[in-house]
């Protein structure tokens, strides 16, 4: 008789805000179920005793009419107890409102089961995991009138209940690893997966798959690999391709298809065509003769139709005539602009040319999923206990794992937090050659990629035998350096997304060191627990290195002191010092910061600033800027402190690389590992690969210091910048042995963090991209300033003289009216922020929201929400600000949805507005988007150019300024206007090469205070009004 489900409680409350401490419940609703069963309802509006958030209101369509003899929540919270019991709660972000509940004394201690949680790990390639979205993933049907408690109750139940089916058709030896995860017990999911492991061992009985028992440990000896790789999706379809991989795949792009028809036309009917049909000679002319070409297209959104479809018309025709038909790279920015070129457009193109040219993506060097090391050290505690978004990520990789068929990265949704989880498993060190030179490298012996079970070595065939390789920028970066390239011979690239490919290529050369980062290498290779035990990969291999031991591998996550000989002891001491001096070397770093702080502030040295702020405490706003390491700042007393400290510093990270060194060479010599040697394998393989990639790494942080402090390298720019401080949410959910780590020195947030990128990486990128008998297309949105493509050439390394360059424009006189007042004060001057402030309530009142506001910096942002938030609430206004109310899809999202919103941005804001089918109104620029000469990186490019301001600040303005408008303005043909709130535009001689720099837009320049009836007009005309 099957065993019937658990009992369990759907819950959501809807609250005056965020804040537990703070804020009040406005409605509860809960749900009990079993199985897919409804056992009972509760449901309840609540007296908050204070006025609702207008925001609050929008979102949850809760009216203070509706209140109106409410109870109050203490009047209803024992039956709300009652009806709870001990069960465990369900909820979307089940802990915020546990959080709720627990501060009136309710569900203290039932289990939680958080959707948000669980989706995150059983669909880990979502964009978004809100509730909404997931329930659409899964196919449950979303009400319209969601974010009522009820609503969302029976929402979160019913994705619990399919999440909960797919979990139950998971292999037995991975919910094992699940509910065997050295996470804190916080985290919400632990319960739920040994619960669920506890209830699947009940029925199936302890042997429902095959696991690492002594029969599992006994096939693994014979086949020289983990039985569990069998349950993976890749051991289980010979040689499958991926289906998005198919010439054949059936996704349409609208946008391309839209695109084609425009400039398939003739020149009579669509004016650009003629423009298109040169652009298109000189593609095809670029790709036959292998000669550079730039190509600016500026059409709206990020599409480059105009590039790829003569490129593939090209490839078509060349291919039907040549023995060994011509192949080509296609590079863009980031991985999900690849995956878009993959799934959408390439497929649509090809559809409409009648090609059938394969098509593979080559992810970046850390790319893919490594299953030496997944079923090697990756699941083994080496340094501590997971923290919950550790767990997180490694649950989330295990599900994914046992599905995916190209184990890429990009395949992914991995929060920033969930990174660490993902560098535990990731390829990139198949490479890394080992101490024992009889071993080579473990790509060449690993008996995963000679089973056909490694996605490095599957991705590698895909490519080779692919017509049309798509990768990101350091995608290509890292072929190309690479000895091993695979990208060397194809003789023909398209750099889309090539207004973006500086940045790139400076992100991809530059490297940064910080303390936590630090420590946990050192951890992971080993450290001494207060309870006198000891752990990482040295207690882990200890019965492999120590003198006379049995072999293998440690079945404790821990080990005694008595098991370690005397050379691991004095290596455990060496770790030991080497933390001791790596603290000291960080608190040298924020010692010079505090020293140039209070030298540049004109304070005597060692006293603290007007505000009585310090160093320690990140006190001072000033502290949170970065501090370029020059020759100037060499002359600070704090200087010699870091030379001397680094000295011993230095000594002893060598000495740890060294032991590490010893010690991988030590595990391979063992007789049972010299007899496996054919098969790269066994137990101990892949914890020496760890051991050898720590060695790596460390070697690399060690070098990069070396040349901060030598300043001798030109080419490069150094700084040292204190991160972000953490949320107090943040520091609440640090685990225990976090704690315990940081408890030696300052916390993580108050030390800084080393950074390097190169000045000027033109030399790089003429050495990689533009190589003899290579024909390398540039396409991007912004690459001309003035109908001039000097400044782009010379940042990318091209020959002026040499290289074709021409610009594919749409006009957009009939769509966008450029707005240019002309009685508004500049950006620094007085009154500037209150004239702003006035403008952006005046118009989002008079287009009754349907404005979005981009900003240049946060903290302007800021202030203009504090002040327009208030009195556009009060008329009706919802007024949403990135960072404050969400990230910028989200905000995105929530602009789709509402009506009657202002949004305010910064920086890259458009890029959440890639997936929207409604644009805003009006756009107001609020400040001319200047490179910010205090950050390093761009001071130290700005210094290349003895007129700073007409060589570099006004071109870098003008390409973001085209960038931005050309991805949000111009992404469709609803008539906008763009306000220009920045007076530099027209009282500076350079405005005239930043509004050169545009396409054609209707212009008009006013007063501001007619501007809102003058927009108005615009937007409810017709025609141009040049």
Not at 585 to 596: K, T
Not at 712 to 738: C, G, I, K, T
Request: net charge neutral; with cysteine.
């Amino acid at each position: 008789m099957a065993k019937k489900s658990s009992i369990r409680v759907a819950l959501d409350l809807e609250t005056t805000g965020l804040h537990a401490e703070q804020d009040a419940i406005l409605e509860v609703a809960a749900v009990k179920f079993q199985g897919s069963t409804v056992i009972d309802t509760f449901e309840t509006f609540v007296s908050p005793g204070r006025a609702i958030p207008y925001r609050v209101q929008r979102l949850t369509g809760i009216k203070p009419e509706q209140l109106a003899g409410a109870p109050l929540f203490e009047t209803i919270a024992k039956k709300l107890q009652n009806f709870l019991g001990d069960f465990p709660l369900v909820g979307h972000s089940i802990p915020f409102d546990a959080g709720f509940l627990r501060r009136w004394g309710l569900a203290r201690t039932n289990p939680l089961i958080d959707t948000f949680e669980l989706a995150t790990v059983m669909l880990p390639s979502l964009t978004s995991y809100n509730l909404g979205q997931v329930a659409e993933t899964l196919g449950i049907r979303v009400p319209e009138d969601r974010h009522r408690a009820m609503v969302d109750t029976v929402l979160a139940m019913e994705v619990f209940i399919s999440l909960h089916q797919r979990l139950q058709a998971v292999d037995l030896a991975l919910l094992k690893d699940l509910a065997n995860l050295d996470a804190p017990r916080s985290w919400p999911l632990l319960h739920f997966f040994r619960q669920e492991l506890r209830e699947r061992q009940e029925r199936d009985g302890l042997y429902g798959s095959l696991g690492r028992g002594s029969f599992g440990d006994s096939l693994a000896a014979q086949l020289g690999m983990d039985p569990r790789v069998l349950s993976f999706a890749i051991a289980q379809q010979d040689e499958a391709a991926p289906p998005r991989l198919s010439a054949s795949a059936t996704a349409t792009d609208p946008e391309t298809l839209k695109a084609i028809r425009t400039f398939s036309k003739e020149p009579a009917e669509q004016a650009i065509s003629t423009e298109y049909q040169v652009a298109c000679r000189e593609v095809q002319q670029a790709l036959e003769q292998r000669t550079p070409l730039m190509l600016e297209v500026t059409v709206g959104g990020s599409d480059y139709t105009p590039a790829l479809l003569p490129t593939l018309e090209w490839l078509k025709e060349a291919s039907s005539e040549a023995a060994n038909p011509p192949r080509l790279v296609i590079a863009c920015s980031s991985q999900q602009a690849a995956r878009r070129l993959i799934e959408t457009t390439l497929p649509t193109l090809q559809k409409e040319l009648d090609s059938h040219f394969s098509v593979a993506y080559l992810a970046e060097r850390g790319g893919y999923l490594c299953v030496h090391r997944w079923f090697g050290a990756a699941l083994r505690r080496t340094s501590g206990e997971l923290t919950a978004e550790q767990a997180r990520g490694l649950a989330k990789l295990g599900l994914w794992a046992q599905q995916t068929l190209t184990g890429e990265r990009s395949e992914l949704t991995l929060l920033p937090q969930e990174m660490a989880a993902w560098e535990r498993i990731s390829s990139g060190t198949e490479r890394v050659a080992s101490m024992n030179t009889r071993s080579g490298t473990a790509y060449e012996h690993c008996t995963y990629r000679r089973k056909g079970y490694c996605f490095v070595s599957r991705a590698e065939e895909r490519v080779n035998a692919a017509s049309i390789v798509v990768t990101t920028h350091a995608g290509l970066f890292d072929d190309l350096s690479h000895s091993h390239s695979l990208l060397t011979g194809i003789g023909r690239r398209l750099i889309l997304d090539a207004d973006l490919l500086e940045d790139e290529s400076a992100r991809w050369s530059g490297s940064e060191l910080d303390r936590t980062r630090l420590f946990n290498l050192l951890n992971t290779i080993g450290t001494e627990l207060p309870d006198g035990r000891y752990q990482g990969l040295l207690a882990l291999a200890a019965p492999s290195i120590r003198e006379n031991g049995p072999g293998g591998l440690s079945t404790t996550p821990t080990i005694a002191k008595s098991e370690l000989d005397a050379r691991m002891l004095a290596w455990f001491q060496t770790l030991r010092q080497a933390r001791t001096s790596v603290e000291k070397l960080f608190g040298s770093f924020g010692h010079l910061i505090a020293e140039h702080v209070h030298q540049s502030s004109g304070k005597e040295k060692g006293k603290g600033s007007s505000t009585g702020r310090s160093y320690g405490g990140r006190n001072n706003e000033r502290l949170d800027q970065p501090l370029r390491l020059t020759a100037h700042i060499r002359n600070l007393s704090a200087w010699g402190e870091i030379e001397q400290t680094w000295q011993k510093t230095s000594q002893r990270l060598q000495s740890v690389i060294d032991l590490v060194q010893q010690a991988e060479k030590t595990i391979l010599d063992t007789p049972r590992n010299r007899r496996r040697s054919e098969l790269g394998s066994g137990e101990t393989g892949p914890v020496a690969l760890e051991l050898m990639t720590v060695a790596q790494r460390l070697h690399e942080q060690k070098q990069l210091v070396q040349q901060a402090l030598s300043l001798e390298n030109n080419d490069a720019v150094y700084w040292l910048r204190m991160p972000p401080m953490q949320s107090s949410f943040n520091n609440h959910h640090q685990s225990s042995h976090q704690r315990h780590t940081e408890a030696a020195g300052p916390r993580a947030e108050d030390t800084p963090i080393l950074y390097t990128q190169l000045v000027q990486t033109s030399a790089l990128l003429k050495r990689l991209l533009l190589t003899e008998n290579t024909g390398t297309i540039f396409v991007g949105n912004a690459l001309s300033v003035d109908s001039s493509f000097a400044f782009t050439q010379g940042r990318l390394g091209l020959e002026q003289d040499n290289q074709t360059a021409l610009s594919l424009v749409t006009a957009h006189n009939e769509q966008t009216l450029l707005c240019l007042p002309n009685d508004v004060p500049e950006p620094n001057a007085p009154h500037y922020q209150r004239h702003l402030d006035e403008t952006l309530i005046q118009m989002a009142t008079m287009l009754e929201g349907q404005l979005v506001a981009l900003f240049t910096s946060h903290a302007a942002l800021r202030s203009s929400y504090a002040t327009i938030k208030p009195l556009l609430e009060t008329r009706g206004i919802l007024v949403l600000g990135q960072g404050i109310d969400g990230s910028p899809r989200q905000l995105w999202q929530a602009f789709q949805r509402q009506e009657r919103v202002v949004l305010l941005g910064t920086g890259s804001f458009w890029e959440g507005a890639e997936d929207i089918n409604r644009t805003p109104a009006c756009i107001v620029v609020t400040r001319l988007p200047m490179p910010v000469l205090n950050d390093p990186p761009i001071a130290a490019r700005a210094e290349q150019y003895s007129d700073q301001l007409h060589n570099f600040t006004v071109p870098v303005a003008s390409l973001r300024l085209r960038r931005g408008l050309n991805r949000l303005a111009w992404k469709d043909a609803r008539r906008k206007a763009v306000v220009l709130f920045d007076r530099r535009i027209t009282s500076k001689e350079y405005g005239s090469t930043i509004l050169h720099s545009l396409p054609p837009c209707s212009q008009r320049q006013a007063a501001i205070s007619h501007m809102p009836e003058m927009i108005l007009d615009w937007l409810t005309g017709t025609g141009s009004w040049e």
